[in-house]
Every structure is written in C-alpha cells, then in structure tokens.
C-alpha cells in the first residue's frame, strides 16, 4: 500500500493514554510517563470530553493562579481542551497531515460510532515519512528563531517556546557550542516538580532562578543539511525527541521538527 492509500485506522495507536476528566494532574501525568507520550485523552464514562498536552501544563502552570497550588490538587479538566477535534477511520494519513498544519493541532482522537477507536499523533504521521523517497534535510529544515543559552531562565524558554510556537529548541554554551535541547515536555515537567518540591511561599522567588541547564537535555539529535530526512526522523525516534539540530561548521544552521515531518507529508496530497 503506497502512501495515497494509508488512512488513520492503518496507522493509529489504538492503546493510548486515557483518564477520566476528573483525575489530578499527578495521576495523569502518571499515566502519560507510562506510555512515554505528552498527551493524554480525558473522558467522562465513555464519552471523550477533552485532551490534555504537556503544553496545556506549560502554558497554565506558570501563572499566578496556579503558582499557590500543589499538583495534587490541580485536575485534568482545568488544563484539558475542552470538545477536541476528531477523525474517522477512513481520513487518509495525508488529510490528517493537511488537518494538522493548518489547525494547528498535534493529534487526532480516531472517532467511529460515537467511540473512540484510536489515536493518531504527529508521530504516526512522521512514521511514513520513510515511503516518501529521497528528500534532503536542505530541503524542508526550519531556521532557529533564537537559541537557547544554558544560563537563560526557564521563563524565558516557556516563553519563547509559546512566542514562536515551536516544538524544539537548542540549547548553546557561553562559545556558542551545542550542548542540549529542550521542549516543552521539560519545561512542563520541570514546572510540575518545582510545584511539588518547593513551598508555596518560596515559589515567586525561586522560579525565576530555575534555569534551562537544570531542565535540559543532552545530545540533541544531529543532522547535517545534505542528510536524508528519514536520517532525521530515525534520530529523532531513536531518543524519541520532537527535533534535531541541522549543523553545519559545528553551528547549529536549522530544525527539523515533528511539524516539518507532517509538513512533508501534507505536502503528497
């Protein structure tokens, strides 16, 4: 079956990260680490209400009115978007492709008979990304809008992440060497920690003091612009990161992201 002929119910992972709309944030968060994803689907009974992303828990958890609260007592349903889009079955992989670019959005509940059937992500879509044939990384890389530094704060990352809406940001030393990366998984993930470590009282204060080398990765997957994008996809998959560095002279030049994989797919259509 070539490309033109893959639809969602030949790709979606039918075994996926489920709650109930009422659970905390911590079991949910639970449940995400389990099946190592940063999304999980919110029901009520059988019926899906919501989907909750690291994102959401990035975007909500930095605020003052969640500042006070500890991650216990947060739930799914305050961090949840609410009505999310779905799909059929039948959709093709490169319909959902297009869907997800120009809604802006990272996944798709598989819905047939009022049920849902399954669940297809940017990485399902990225895992066709193989049956394309011989495109370079030249070819659909992204510019780095601005890079990272190890003594930036991790304000300012969550910032830059939502300002520029990216997915992956690489992390440079005082010369300007690559060192890491970070997403918005650490981010979210660093946020929930400190909200569970450090005393209400102390948090204003001490986040502000939380920096991108306390929360980031290292060795960020790297690809060169003459590289294979199914190169980049393997490394990416391989650490199971949402980009790579496109390095050039030792510099990082570029990104490939999930988003440009989808990008490149939505492109067959």
Do not use: C
Not at 224 to 250: C, I, L, Q, W
């Amino acid at each position: 079956m070539g490309l033109e002929g893959k639809k969602a119910r030949d790709i979606m992972m039918t075994d996926y990260p489920a709650v109930d709309k009422d659970e905390t944030l911590e079991h949910a968060v639970r449940v995400m680490k389990r099946y190592d994803m940063d999304r999980v689907l919110a029901f009520e009974g059988e019926k899906l209400e919501g989907i909750m992303t690291k994102k959401d828990i990035m975007m909500k958890l930095a605020t003052m009115r969640t500042r006070n609260i500890v991650p216990g007592r947060m739930h799914v349903s305050s961090f949840m978007t609410w009505n999310p889009r779905t799909a059929p079955p039948d959709a093709t992989a490169v319909e959902l492709a297009q869907r997800m670019i120009n809604e802006g959005i990272g996944s798709y509940p598989i819905v047939e008979n009022d049920k849902v059937v399954g669940l297809v992500t940017r990485w399902e879509i990225a895992s066709l990304v193989p049956e394309l044939g011989d495109v370079k990384v030249v070819d659909v890389m992204t510019t780095v809008p601005e890079v990272l530094k190890t003594t930036h704060k991790v304000l300012h990352a969550r910032q830059l992440l939502l300002r520029y809406n990216i997915l992956f940001l690489p992390v440079v030393d005082e010369e300007g060497r690559l060192v890491g990366y970070v997403t918005v998984d650490e981010i979210a993930d660093a946020l929930l920690a400190f909200h569970d470590i450090v005393p209400e009282k102390y948090r204003k204060e001490r986040i502000d003091h939380l920096l991108v080398d306390d929360v980031m990765r290292l060795r960020p997957p790297i690809v060169s612009p003459d590289d294979s994008v199914v190169t980049a996809y393997e490394r990416m998959k391989a650490k199971k990161t949402k980009g790579a560095v496109v390095v050039h002279e030792g510099k990082p030049i570029g990104l490939v992201t999930l988003n440009e994989l989808v990008k490149l797919v939505a492109s067959r259509g």
